[in-house]
């Protein structure tokens, strides 16, 4: 029988960038989910569960800071553990992310492999189900 | 007139099926070489091998493939995939693009050169930046700034000249390391137009450069431009320039209400303590912004700061004072929730 | 008898040369503005706009929002403007006295709680009952007046603005993510410049999600199709091509922005103007370029709103006619400006322009139809004559049209769909059959009403964008 692989959660809209991770996740043996734009993000999360998401903040339709708050107000989504990924650009932005629950941040231009660290260190905190 | 419209339409049907059709090679090569290429970043491969299976034709997918990523990688695999640029055939490529004549050859190849720093480029790109275009010397700027050509740096400035865009003077300049902030305080030693002045401080703002506080005191003190008082007081108010204070307390009382708004600002960042009773008294000032101003930052930096503005909120004798406090602890209260 | 066939004769080779000078006129205007787009474009290639975030150089924004029984869409476009790209702007909900839900649905979905407030400036509007903002986004405020119409709700909005630049949009526009960026980078580059227009699009057709667009696509029915071409043709280019000439004489309300001293300094909207804003661009040429014969008001070519076009004739119809006499009033009141040249090609091109074409034009286009089938049929005129009549009326306009199509093509925001190209082409033929003379019949009517004085406004109400 298979293994369930612990499943990530990717919510980025730039293609390349979205290639990239998932190669890298696959090759960690996580299986990966993304999504391009905010706006199925919650249901998604809610139907799949995954052990860590990876959250870009400038999502179109629904940008990722909503989508945080929307995460963390719902109890049932609130115990998983949000990476926020996005440019330095908005400091602003990203302080709000953080005291909304945001348990860690990687800023672009990104190191994959500092990346692949975090989502290892964090998923971890999650109890698989 | 019928003919030529007929004739312009199929010449638009046709660019669209060339466009659609360049898409699809674009994701083709990409689904093709992909792999290829993430194979090649995990294993111990020379970049050569990579690049001697792309036919030539194909460089400019896989330079797009590359371009979009360089932007947004960095660490090891950023090293590697530059290597791809740099270490092979593509850099004669770029290279020979960007000696040739044609505006979109040249703008395309400074794009890579820069990115992915290629050393040899420099001459080349020194020799563009003096013609006459400006999306010529912005992006051969751009590239010299993204390989640290500090030694072309008088030849950006003085060829900028030219084209008065400091809003692209800025762009171009963060594009150097910080190491551009040493040579800036050198420069705003001497001389210089407002304008350089302004867009120079906005670099120091940009790296948020320590080391720079005694030069923004200078330009505090002897500069008479609203501009670049703002500024000076913005810079020091983020690098916390405790030195600065007595200059940015006199700054309180210029005749300029934007002036005066920042310096509140600056002041209750650096010292609130010792600054309170000046800035309350700003709460009287003349000025809707500069009142406002006060009032947040007694609000907000002060301990007793609610009660303050509650007695003041009565006050018939200062009416405007009054509305000012009563609006913000009002705002307070609601974003209290 | 004889000057009666003779006078008729004059008059079709008027409407003749009338057909070629517009024609000739918008074919100009295209090119000039094609080549400004081109400029835009290739500068934008290289500017990062969001690192403005870094730099920190940016003028905060306060956003305008005047709504009037706007229940069925106002808590998704507040959502969506609260998502703009932007460093830190206020964003300014005036509720115009609504007859329906519109205040109460802020209530529950923004937690707005009533605030203190002081006006900063007297701009003439109806008294506003309370200023209220979110406990939610503190960045949110909403303001209750009596009703008195868009420029009267728009004065309010400024009278407690807080930021140096103010952007007016529609209840129902909407807006790109990264609009304020682009709108705002004039301001930044210019001292001069006290307003900037973006361009409009048609929404309707478009996939659009949570009053985002997210996917460009054409109206299905061909009313719409038609006035996509022509704001295509009016905007992109007619627009633009003024904006060469600095002598941009109006900019949508649906999406706009100035600098707030301007505003404040003209006293604002004008209370009771038919098209306010047409009418607040005049004024500010004529108040400030004397002053500062530098001033500019400009136009940026990137589609960054979508706005809905009526696809009922009734709606249409009373949208034009307010439309006409807007322009009709706005030039009126400040006629002092033709032929002036203190204003440049402003009053020596522009005005002489809205006043031959866009007033008397309808005018003579209606009546030169008719004068023309009259003629014909009384043999006044020979069938060659007719034809060749036809052919320059009809065929320059379908030209027309067809260029304006292909410049789009070649600038921004195309359709993806080739499909919907062909459509494109399709309804810039078939606009000039029937479409246009239509809206001619309207202006013309619309002429002759404001002229005998019939000035009142008539409602619009509009399809929800979800």
């Known amino acids: 029988m298979e293994p369930i692989l ?8 730039n293609e390349v960038v979205q290639r990239i991770i998932i190669h890298k996740l696959q090759k960690e043996n996580f299986s990966v989910t993304c999504l391009s734009t905010g706006e199925k993000i919650v249901e998604t999360v809610n139907s799949l569960r995954p052990v860590l998401i990876i959250l870009d903040l400038l999502l179109p339709i629904k940008n990722g800071l909503i989508v945080l708050n929307e995460l963390k107000s719902n109890p049932a989504l609130s115990g998983i553990p949000v990476i926020i990924f996005t440019t330095d650009n908005n400091e602003v932005m990203l302080n709000t992310a953080m005291k909304s629950g945001a348990v860690d941040y990687i800023l672009k231009p990104f190191s994959p492999d500092e990346l692949i660290a975090k989502i290892k260190h964090y998923s971890k905190l999650t109890p698989l189900k | 007139m019928l003919v030529t419209s007929y004739f312009l339409i199929c010449l638009v049907v046709e660019m669209r099926i060339l466009n659609n ?8 090569f990409l689904d093709e070489w992909e792999t290829l290429l993430f194979s090649y970043l995990e294993n111990t491969g020379l970049p050569d091998e990579l690049v001697n299976k792309i036919p030539r034709r194909k460089y400019k997918y896989l330079l797009g493939y590359l371009g979009e990523i360089l932007l947004t990688l960095k660490g090891k695999d950023f090293d590697k995939l530059a290597a791809l640029i740099t270490s092979t055939k593509l850099s004669g490529y770029l290279l020979a693009k960007l000696k040739s004549n044609s505006k979109r050859n040249i703008v395309f190849s400074s794009f890579f050169v820069g990115l992915a720093k290629i050393e040899k480029a420099k001459p080349i790109l020194q020799m563009k930046v003096k013609k006459h275009n400006d999306q010529i010397f912005f992006s051969c700027s751009t590239a010299l700034a993204r390989i640290n050509s500090y030694e072309s740096l008088d030849l950006i400035l003085t060829e900028f000249k030219r084209y008065r865009h400091y809003g692209y003077l800025l762009l171009i300049l963060t594009e ?36 720079g506080g005694q030069t923004a005191l200078t330009v505090l003190v002897y500069s008479y431009s609203k501009e670049i008082l703002i500024e000076s007081l913005k810079f020091i108010e983020e690098i916390k320039y405790k030195n600065a204070i007595p200059a940015v307390s006199k700054l309180l009382e210029h005749s300029k209400p934007e002036i005066r708004s920042q310096a509140i600002k600056t002041i209750m960042k650096l010292d609130s303590k010792a600054y309170e009773d000046k800035v309350y008294s700003r709460l009287f000032d003349n000025n809707y912004e500069v009142q406002y101003q006060a009032a947040f930052a007694i609000l907000n930096c002060c301990d007793d700061g609610e009660e303050k503005l509650s007695e003041l909120a009565y006050d018939l004798q200062n009416s405007n004072a009054a509305a000012v406090s009563r609006m913000l602890i009002s705002e307070k209260k609601v974003k209290e929730g | 008898m004889i000057i009666f066939r003779y006078m008729t004769f004059l008059y079709n080779y008027l409407l003749l040369i009338y057909s070629i000078a517009i024609g000739t006129i918008y074919l100009l205007l295209n090119i000039l503005s094609f080549k400004r787009i081109i400029q835009y474009k290739q500068k934008m290639a290289y500017v990062d706009l969001k690192k403005i975030f870094k730099f920190q150089n940016y003028k905060p924004i306060s956003i305008i929002v005047p709504a009037y029984n706007e229940e069925n869409t106002i808590v998704q476009s507040i959502k969506s403007l609260l998502q703009l790209e932007y460093p830190e ?83 129902d526009s909407i807006l790109e993510r990264d609009c304020l960026l682009k709108i705002v980078r004039p301001f930044m580059e210019n001292e001069d410049i006290i307003a900037v227009g973006g361009t409009i699009r048609v929404a309707n057709g478009c996939e659009i999600i949570q009053g985002n667009i997210v996917k460009i696509g054409i109206a ?33 309300g649906a999406f706009s922005c100035f600098s707030r001293d301007a505003l404040i300094k003209i006293g604002g909207y004008r209370k009771g103007s038919i098209g306010e804003d047409m009418e607040i661009i005049v004024r500010m040429h004529e108040e400030f370029r004397i002053e500062n014969p530098e001033t500019k008001i400009t136009f940026i070519p990137d589609p960054v709103c979508w706005t809905e076009a009526p696809e009922r004739l009734k709606i249409l119809r009373s949208q034009r006619i307010r439309w006409q006499k807007g322009t009709i009033d706005s030039i009126r009141l400040h006629l002092k400006m033709l032929l002036n040249t203190k204003f440049g090609a402003l009053g020596l091109i522009a005005f002489p322009y809205y006043v031959i074409f866009e007033i008397v034009g309808p005018i003579i286009e209606v009546s030169g139809y008719f004068v023309f089938v009259f003629a014909y049929i009384f043999n ?34 195309k359709y993806p769909n080739i499909k919907d190209l062909f459509i494109l082409f399709a309804a810039a033929v078939f606009e000039n059959f029937g479409y246009r003379q239509i809206i001619a019949w309207w202006r013309f009517k619309a002429t002759i009403d404001y002229i005998s004085g019939k000035r009142s406004w008539g409602k619009m109400e509009k399809k929800g964008f979800n």
């Not at chain 3, 320059?396 to 925001?413: A, D, P, T």
């Open chain 1, 6 to 13: 612990p499943r990530i959660l990717l919510a980025e809209d």
């Open chain 2, 21 to 28: 059709i360049r898409n699809k090679q674009k994701i083709k």
């Open chain 2, 176 to 211: 150097f390391d910080e190491k551009i902030c040493d040579k800036i305080i050198e420069m705003m030693k001497t001389e210089l137009p407002d304008q350089f002045i302004v867009t120079f401080i906005r670099v120091l703002r940009y790296y948020k450069y320590q080391k």
């Open chain 3, 89 to 171: 702007y206020q964003l300014i909900i005036v509720n115009d006295g609504s007859t329906d839900g519109t205040l109460e649905k802020m209530f529950t979905h923004f937690s707005i709680r009533q605030v203190s407030f002081i006006p900063l400036y007297k701009l003439d509007s109806m008294p506003v009952k309370s200023v209220y903002m979110s406990s939610l986004y503190p960045s949110l405020v909403v303001i209750d007046k009596a009703n008195g119409g868009k420029a009267d709700a728009t004065n309010a909005g400024i009278n407690i603005a807080k930021n140096p630049l103010i952007t007016v949009i529609d209840a």
């Open chain 3, 220 to 252: 299905k029915s061909w009313l719409a199709r038609f006035q996509t071409v022509e704001y295509l043709r009016a905007f992109l280019f007619g627009r633009n091509g003024f904006d060469v000439l600095n002598s941009v004489m109006i900019i949508s």
């Open chain 3, 380 to 413: 006044i005129v020979s069938t060659p004559f007719a034809i060749a009549f036809l052919s320059v009326v009809i065929i320059y306009g379908v030209v027309l049209s067809i260029l304006s199509v292909i410049l789009e093509e070649l600038s921004f925001k």
